[in-house]
């Protein structure tokens, strides 16, 4: 167990004091409101703070995972034996510059849409309504209605696991649907770099009333859930193969298929984190079987299940 690394736990302590939580109850980290403890779980105040964490976490070789908000993650029951290290709403800065913005990976996404939408630019309309950060959204490539993070990104800061920096140009991001190079290198995305464009301010509201409009509307959002739970199969939607299978409403405990979209495996009302990789397992077997089109998983497991 880490706990038992007493070296480790003597240095995170000097680094972060009083701010270092143990067994932290991830579902109150997490939009699916299920999962365990973490064993340690500390919030950077700083890019030297990110760094220094990451330098203590390889000279003692800790796992670690990297935490926005929570939105595309389902933690195990046991929990997570190891750190977490989360950049949710610290280093969330915003430089604007003309029609370029400069914006921090803590930054809530739907933060920055809208202070885009309050200077007339436009291109982040589609990111509204989603409930990641930057840096999470960039990781994954994120996207809605059309709209990638790919399609306004210049470059972005990245920090490797020994706490160096460098900048990425958005041609070298290897970006694809829901993913970009960060997958394969282990680093973190700490900012990015966007390109913008001028717009009437009321023509931006319009139609991040629209989308959102949409959402409202087509997805589940009354629920916890961590959005989409499967990636678009190439020639299919996941939701129309999961319905055709006539498991619309099917559900393990309180882990449920909405009834509104199939696409979304959601938090019926006390459901384990067991419950939801069950229902998640079941329905990659059933549309397998009656479809032959394997599904795979956007939502990301952490910890044993």
């Given at each position: ?74 933690v195990s029951d046991k929990g997570y034996d190891g750190l977490i290290i989360r950049l949710y709403n610290t280093m969330d800065q915003m430089e604007f510059d003309g029609e370029i913005v400069t ?122 859930s961590a959005g989409s739970t499967f990636k678009r199969p190439e020639g299919y939607f996941a939701g129309k193969l999961i319905e055709d299978s006539g498991l619309r409403g099917f559900r393990i ?47 990301r497991l952490l910890g044993e299940f």
């Amino acid at each position: 167990m880490l706990s038992e690394n007493i070296d480790f736990v003597k240095t995170i302590e000097k680094l972060y004091g009083s701010r270092l939580l143990r067994n932290e109850p991830m579902e109150a980290h997490t939009t699916f409101r299920v999962g365990g403890g973490a064993a340690f779980f500390v919030t950077p105040s700083s890019l030297n703070e990110l760094a220094d964490t990451l330098l203590v976490c390889k000279e003692f070789d800790v796992p670690y995972y990297i935490l926005g908000n929570g939105s595309n993650i389902l933690v195990s029951d046991k929990g997570y034996d190891g750190l977490i290290i989360r950049l949710y709403n610290t280093m969330d800065q915003m430089e604007f510059d003309g029609e370029i913005v400069t914006a921090g990976c803590g930054l809530m996404l739907s933060r920055l849409a809208n202070e885009a939408k309050n200077r007339g630019l436009s291109g982040l309309e589609f990111a509204s309504g989603i409930p990641g950060t930057l840096g999470g959204a960039v990781f994954m490539n994120a996207g809605a209605y059309g709209g990638e993070m790919k399609d306004v990104i210049i470059d972005v800061q990245v920090m490797d696991r020994a706490g160096r920096i460098r900048t990425v140009k958005v041609s070298d991001m290897d970006f694809g649907y829901r993913k970009s190079i960060l997958g394969a290198t282990g680093e973190i995305a700490v900012s990015a770099r966007m390109s913008l464009n001028k717009k009437p301010i009321v023509e931006i509201e319009e139609l991040m009333r629209d989308l959102n409009g949409r959402r409202r509307e087509k997805q589940p959002l009354e629920y916890p859930s961590a959005g989409s739970t499967f990636k678009r199969p190439e020639g299919y939607f996941a939701g129309k193969l999961i319905e055709d299978s006539g498991l619309r409403g099917f559900r393990i405990g309180d882990a449920m298929v909405s009834t509104k979209h199939c696409g979304f495996v959601i938090n019926a009302g006390k459901a384990t984190a067991d419950d939801i990789k069950q229902l998640i397992d079941h329905i990659r077997e059933k549309v397998l079987s009656d479809s032959g089109v394997e599904l795979s998983p956007e939502v990301r497991l952490l910890g044993e299940f």
